[in-house]
C-alpha cells in the first residue's frame, strides 16, 4: 500500500496542498513493541508556500494500546501531536516526503511510561496481586513506587535464576 504523503514546489506555486486521511504505522517504519501497539495514524497536514520555501502544518493522532507502567494491564491510549510545523527549503528539482517529519513528531510523543489512570495502585510487591482489585492480605502490602515498567518486569520474575559465575577462569582468583 502506497500513501502519498510527498509534494513538489510546482503543486504548491499558487496554492497550498492539503493531506488529510490515515495510514498504517508501518508507513512510518514504526512497529509494536511489547508495551506499546500502534493503530492506524491519521492526520490533517497543509504544505503551503512561504518566503524561501514551504511549511508543513496541521496534526496528527493515533491510537495506542500500552501497558500500565503500575498494574501491567493493557488500555488504550490516544497520542496526537498538533501545532506540527515543518519547513522545507525551496528546492524545485526534489520531491518532498512528509513521512520522517511525522515519524520523528510521533515518536516524540511517545511517552516512555503509560499508567492506566491516575489513581491506579499497581500491583502488591510482596504477592504480585493487582490492588486495583481489593487488598490482597498481605501485612504490609506495597506497591511500585513509580512507573518504571521494566523495573517492575523485573521485580516480577520472582523464580528466575540468580547468574551462576563461571568455573573456569574466575577473574577474581589471583595466581600467586
Ligand atoms: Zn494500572
Ligand atoms: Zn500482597
Redesign the pocket.
Known amino acids: 500500500m502506497k500513501t502519498a504523503l510527498k509534494f513538489n514546489f510546482k503543486q504548491i506555486e499558487h496554492t497550498e496542498i492539503e493531506f488529510i486521511g490515515e495510514a498504517p504505522v508501518a508507513v512510518f517504519d514504526i512497529s509494536d513493541e511489547e508495551l506499546v501497539s500502534f493503530g492506524p495514524v491519521k492526520y490533517d497536514l497543509k504544505v503551503h508556500p512561504v518566503s524561501g520555501g514551504a511549511l508543513m502544518t496541521g496534526f496528527i493522532s493515533l491510537m495506542t494500546k500500552r501497558t500500565c507502567g503500575r498494574c501491567l494491564k493493557r488500555f488504550d491510549e490516544s497520542l496526537s501531536v498538533s501545532d506540527m510545523s515543518h519547513f522545507y527549503e525551496r528546492d524545485e528539482n526534489k520531491e518532498f516526503d512528509l513521512i520522517p517529519d511525522m515519524r520523528e513528531d510521533i515518536l516524540v510523543a511517545l511517552p516512555l511510561n503509560s499508567v492506566c489512570g491516575k489513581n491506579c495502585k499497581g500491583l502488591?510487591l510482596?504477592?504480585g496481586?493487582d490492588l486495583n482489585s481489593g487488598e490482597?492480605?498481605?501485612e504490609n502490602?506495597s506497591s511500585f513506587p513509580n512507573t518504571d515498567a521494566w523495573g517492575k518486569l523485573d521485580k516480577l520474575k520472582i523464580s528466575k535464576p540468580k547468574p551462576k559465575g563461571h568455573k573456569n577462569g574466575s577473574s577474581k582468583k589471583k595466581k600467586i
Open positions: 502488591c510482596v504477592c496481586t490482597c492480605g498481605c502490602p
